[in-house]
């Protein structure tokens, strides 16, 4: 069957390895990840060749007041995202399901770069497209405009000497001004962390995830060495938090938060700088330092992440990809 059978355990892992294990992967695409989520339902679909799965999407799904029911398939799916024969049939799998949970939409977001040919072949497939015609910081769900580090076979010296130097200076300016940084797993660190990321977001009058998303999110990834917490402190006193995934090919940098009280310490540096340096322990090819909404020093996240990477360009991904089934809805659901 080309959907998992969420009742068969050995299927719900024989699916995960996969996901794991692809070239073409996402955390956001892990079964553990649906456990984050918990008003949204999972759907795992995938194709199978001579008894190997071959390709993956996973979609979570949520139902509104009026039974429009929104699918995402965070991040991905999991294939050559350049391969457009195989994401169709991905979608023609999970179609029939779909229909019966009466979605409106498909939503796809791979980390796939964008070009006007890819772009035109997505679109001459019926695909709607989401990407260039937006303007703003929040028209996508996920930011087009990411700051990855190449790390690959480099240890942490290696991906020190790419940086700018001032980057440099600041890394170890926090280093030698008594910051230290504390990492592990989230059964005693999650309160810190979210002290931090809560105060941050009220400083910059934002709304925030609660502390049961988090607490899901420690429970569904305990004990796989795939979830990080990162708390800085100076004299014991914390000052800054991070949450960073290892899946894949990457680390990814998902969540953080500072109390803004030892601003001259360059406390953010070093945070980065360890984490750069755990993706560098586990061998992994990149870090994704997450979102810039901007390509010029007028962004703040631009002008913070971009030193780290001054000579790699920023990656523009392809935006979203939207296979809609119900026109009505689908125009309701997205307009201004």
């Not at 699918?71 to 999970?94: F, H, N, R, W």
């Not at 980390?111 to 006007?116: A, I, K, N």
């Not at 962390?193 to 899901?216: C, N, Q, V, W």
């Amino acid at each position: 069957m080309p959907i998992v059978d969420l009742n068969d355990a050995q299927a719900v892992a024989r699916y995960e390895q996969f996901v794991e294990d692809a070239p073409y992967t996402s955390v956001t695409q892990s079964v553990a990840w649906s456990k984050v989520k918990s008003n949204w339902q999972p759907l795992y679909v995938y194709l199978e060749k001579a008894g190997q799965i071959t390709a993956g999407m996973s979609i979570l799904t949520v139902t509104d007041k009026a039974g429009n029911t929104f699918a995402y398939c965070s991040k991905g799916p999991v294939c050559d995202p350049t391969d457009l024969d195989t994401i169709d049939a991905l979608v023609q799998e999970a179609l029939p399901e779909l229909k019966a949970r009466h979605a409106f939409l498909l939503r796809m977001d791979p980390e796939l770069d964008y070009s006007d040919a890819l772009n035109d072949a997505f679109k001459a497939r019926g695909y709607v497209m989401r990407n260039r015609q937006f303007d703003g910081n929040h028209d996508t769900i996920q930011p087009r405009f990411n700051i990855v580090l190449d790390i690959k076979d480099k240890d942490i010296d290696g991906v020190m000497a790419t940086m700018t130097g001032k980057t440099r200076t600041k890394i170890r300016h926090a280093m030698k001004s008594g910051v230290t940084v504390e990492s592990g797993d989230a059964d005693k660190l999650m309160p810190e962390f979210f002290e931090a990321y809560k105060t941050m977001s009220d400083i910059h009058g934002i709304t925030y995830r609660p502390l049961a998303y988090f607490d899901r999110m420690a429970a569904a990834f305990a004990g796989k060495g795939q979830m990080k917490i990162f708390i800085a402190r100076v004299d014991g006193q914390l000052q800054a938090s991070a949450i960073a995934f290892a899946f894949g090919d990457k680390v990814w940098h998902m969540y953080g938060g500072s109390m803004r009280i030892k601003n001259s310490l360059m406390i953010p540096y070093l945070m980065q700088y360890e984490m750069i340096k755990w993706a560098c322990d586990l061998h992994k090819e990149r870090y994704d330092m997450g979102g810039v909404w901007g390509l010029d020093s007028s962004d703040g996240l631009y002008r913070f992440k971009h030193p780290f990477a001054p000579d790699t360009p920023v990656h523009e991904y392809i935006g979203e990809i939207d296979d809609v089934m119900d026109q009505a809805a689908y125009d309701e659901f997205t307009k201004e």
